[in-house]
């Protein structure tokens, strides 16, 4: 049991800096890409791209956006009565019994969850690329799986 100046206030919640980073900078990078190359055509060729071919690569942009959100809102939330595990665009939320053991073995790109039922899970909110960051969250995770199942 961890000592009380040890103890993890909650709620408490952890997301990855890197891929949120990565999001935006993909995102703001891929936006300056598509404005200088159109800006970079001259005015007949500009004047041949239909409204059909801008909007697919409207929709292309968009979609990426979209991939580049859903990793970058990843997040684990501990509260006093539940883990919420946010992958992408799934929630999902397990009582503090569920959850068995936090792993994060050396090179493991994210947490992994092992549950009561002999299932695990990935928690992309705690990455390993984010090094020190990651491992003080798991050892965040763990004391306070400690200190719930005692």
């Known amino acids: 049991m961890p000592a009380a100046s040890d103890a993890?206030?909650?709620?408490?919640?952890?997301?990855?800096?890197?891929?949120?980073?990565?999001?935006?900078?993909?995102?703001?990078?891929?936006?300056?890409?598509?404005?200088?190359l159109w800006f970079g055509f001259?005015?007949?060729?500009?004047?041949?791209?239909?409204v059909w071919q801008q909007g697919t690569v409207v929709a292309m942009y968009l979609g990426g956006c979209a991939v580049l959100y859903s990793i970058a809102r990843s997040r684990v939330e501990?509260?006093?009565?539940?883990?919420?595990?946010?992958?992408?665009?799934?929630?999902?939320?397990?009582d503090w019994a569920q959850v068995v053991a936090v792993r994060m073995p050396s090179g493991a790109p994210w947490v992994t969850l092992d549950l009561a039922d002999g299932t695990t899970r990935p928690a992309m909110g705690i990455q390993g690329s984010d090094?020190?960051?990651?491992?003080?969250?798991?050892?965040?995770?763990?004391?306070?799986?400690?200190s719930t199942s005692s």
């Open 78 to 94: 501990a509260h006093g009565d539940r883990l919420v595990v946010v992958n992408g665009y799934r929630r999902h939320e397990y």
């Open 131 to 146: 090094g020190t960051r990651a491992r003080q969250a798991v050892r965040d995770l763990r004391s306070i799986l400690d």
């Open 8 to 36: 993890v206030a909650l709620p408490r919640t952890w997301r990855p800096l890197g891929p949120r980073i990565a999001g935006v900078v993909g995102a703001v990078g891929l936006a300056v890409v598509l404005a200088m």
């Open 42 to 50: 001259d005015a007949e060729t500009r004047s041949r791209v239909n």
